[in-house]
């Protein structure tokens, strides 16, 4: 199974940028589709953006759509999430997660492989 570890966390003011990324180990990730999910205090875990293996097909929630970017390197095993102009309701643990397959998928409940989150925060 594949193992993931979340970086780039970390405390920013409103408006600036933050990029995380998400390293995987133990098989490649090019037959994944990975995704970034977050969760708040208080609050459900939550998709915030996913892509196909290949990378020629994203979603992003509403909520962040412009503001953030997906991408992925399988030659590196690494996912990216390229977030900017940044908001304090931004602020969550963020996890990345792998689901077997081509293509995307938005339920949480179908991924398989999560990694232990990194804290962003936001501060106004």
Do not use: H
């Not at 994203?58 to 399988?74: L, P, Q, W």
């Amino acid at each position: 199974q594949v193992q993931l570890v979340e970086s780039g966390g970390g405390l920013v003011q409103a408006g600036g940028s933050l990029r995380l990324s998400c390293a995987a180990s133990r098989r490649t990730i090019s037959t994944y589709v990975m995704g970034w999910f977050r969760q708040a205090p208080g609050r459900e875990r939550e998709i915030v953006a996913a892509i196909s293996w290949n990378g020629a097909s994203t979603y992003y929630a509403e909520s962040v759509k412009g503001r953030f970017t997906i991408s992925r390197d399988n030659a590196k095993n690494t996912v990216y999430l390229q977030m900017n102009s940044l908001k304090p309701e931004d602020t969550a643990v963020y996890f990345c997660a792998a689901k077997p397959g081509y293509y995307l998928a938005t339920d949480i409940k179908v991924y398989d492989y999560w990694g232990q989150g990194t804290q962003v925060s936001v501060s106004s």
